[in-house]
């Protein structure tokens, strides 16, 4: 059986090569979702140092290299945090009570020094470690920066992190310790944060919340904040509020600077638009195989010159929004009519539209773009009641071919080589299990008991394996 990607419960202690990077994170994620997350600490014994060593990736120059990770540890616990790649650190050291977090960022080309941070007590105690990551980091709101020519923004990056690390290629975290490497007998409890943006949990402080990690805070003057998702958050475990006393941003660090504070020239950032385009990429290519698996739904199905040639005569080579005659057949330019968002195929209801009318138009229903005349005119030429217009439902006879075919859609199509990748630490196939429960909460009329999200999860979390290695030499 195929192995679904996507982050499973960090364990403390795993191989750099069995993850797929970043942090979990949450579906429909508003950033109100807290989480604790329990880690098992490694026994600092007295006299004894445990060194973290980052090893990098060469870098061309053009990408940046970086690190990052939190830790928790008793305040007496001698530090030593080694970087010779770049003079600008985030290090702070919070109370043992709390996180502490650490991490750069910086552009080199060639190989970059190994960056080490160890710990040292004169007493037996523990240090807990967590997210430790390095490598290669790079972002598309890296290129929305420079394509929008705010530059400004890209300054100061060791600043965000380790937020900021989203891992285009990863190093190596290697641990070692003069002697032989024991677990603690306590776990520590990391206390995260959803981000409504990225989606990602990542840490926060709920002891003293003014020593912030990747979120800042949200009412410091009005304290408390009794903002819902702000200061009011819901453990996503439990379903219990918890209260914080000066809350949190909804968005990360990270997020903050590149989704909400870095003015654009259009007004969804290239990033969304790649994340659009991939899926509706793999709507498109989950419905064309449906139909071809599906023999009531193949025969009905219109492809190419066919199609192009019914879509041309009913729209008699016209703009149906602008009314502006099309040159010829490859400038008319097809839209759905009903949402592809709602699995709906280019078909022969398709609207024939100008360039400039369908970028306008873009994932809109009708009603939204139409005026009612334009709707009931619509309605004539293909043949869609108005009421479906107005209010279209989800493709019901495609959800109930998917529904009869899960194993086809875990273990065939979303284990696509281009379904597993990963951008900016979303995974195509999460995007395409989140996108699909979408679908079926929108319908009206029928009431689906079923989440392809948890079916992913349950099945993904068969799949769960853990390398836990006993021997002095432990890969993070
Ligand atoms: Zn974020
Ligand atoms: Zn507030
Ligand atoms: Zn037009």
């Not at 919070?94 to 040292?120: A, L, P, Q």
């Not at 912030?212 to 996503?236: E, M, Q, Y």
């Not at 057949?329 to 360039?355: S, V």
């Not at 597993?420 to 008991?449: P, Q, T």
Request: proline share 4%.
């Amino acid at each position: 059986m195929a192995k679904l990607p996507g982050k499973t419960t960090y364990s403390g202690i795993r191989r750099t090569t069995t993850r797929k990077s970043g942090f979990k994170s949450h579906p429909d994620s508003t950033g109100g979702e807290y989480k604790r997350e329990e880690v098992t600490p490694f026994l600092l014994e007295a006299g004894k140092t445990l060194t973290v060593c980052f090893r990098f990736p060469v870098s061309d120059g053009q990408t940046y290299v970086g690190f990052g990770g939190f830790f928790q540890c008793e305040n007496f616990v001698e530090i030593v945090f080694h970087n010779s790649n770049s003079v600008k650190n985030e290090f702070s050291r919070r109370t043992s009570t709390d996180t502490s977090k650490f991490g750069s960022m910086w552009k080199r080309n060639g190989i970059s020094e190994n960056v080490t941070i160890s710990f040292y007590s004169k007493v037996d105690t523990y240090v807990a470690l967590y997210g430790l990551e390095c490598g290669l980091i790079w972002h598309d709101a890296f290129d929305t920066a420079i394509e929008n020519d705010q530059l400004g923004y890209l300054d100061n990056m060791y600043s965000i992190m380790p937020e900021a690390g989203f891992y285009t290629n990863e190093g190596e975290v290697i641990l070692s310790y003069d002697g032989h490497l024991k677990l603690h007998n306590h776990n520590i409890i990391f206390h995260l944060k959803s981000c409504n943006r990225c989606a990602r949990f990542l840490p926060i402080n709920v002891n003293d919340e003014r020593e912030h990690l990747c979120f800042s805070n949200h009412c410091v003057a009005k304290a408390p904040c009794r903002h819902k998702g702000f200061g009011i958050v819901t453990d996503v475990d439990t379903g219990e509020t918890k209260l914080l006393h000066f809350g949190y941003q909804l968005e990360c660090r990270f997020c903050k600077k590149y989704y909400v504070n870095m003015p654009l020239n259009w007004q969804r950032t290239a990033a969304q638009m790649k994340e659009d385009g991939q899926r509706r990429r793999n709507f498109e290519l989950l419905i064309a195989e449906i139909y071809q698996l599906s023999p009531q739904l193949s025969y009905r199905a219109k492809t190419g010159r066919e199609l192009l040639d019914d879509i041309w005569n009913r729209f008699n080579g016209h703009c149906f929004n602008c009314n502006d005659p099309l040159e010829n057949k490859r400038k008319m330019h097809l839209d759905h009519t009903r949402p592809l968002a709602l699995l709906w195929p280019l078909d022969g209801t398709a609207t024939a539209l100008c360039a400039t009318c369908n970028t306008r138009k873009r994932d809109r229903p009708p009603s939204q773009f139409y005026n009612p005349d334009q709707i009931s005119q619509l309605s004539q030429l293909t043949g869609l009641s108005v009421d479906e217009l107005m209010a279209p439902e989800p493709n019901h006879e495609v959800i109930t071919e998917i529904l009869n075919r899960l194993d086809w859609l875990y273990e065939e199509f979303l284990t696509k080589p281009s379904l597993l990748m990963e951008r900016d630490g979303k995974i195509a196939a999460e995007l395409v299990v989140k996108a699909l429960d979408k679908v079926l909460i929108r319908s009206k009329i029928v009431k689906y008991n079923f989440s392809f999200v948890d079916e992913y999860n349950r099945r993904r979390d068969r799949h769960i394996t853990f390398d836990i290695n006993e021997n002095t030499d432990i890969i993070v």
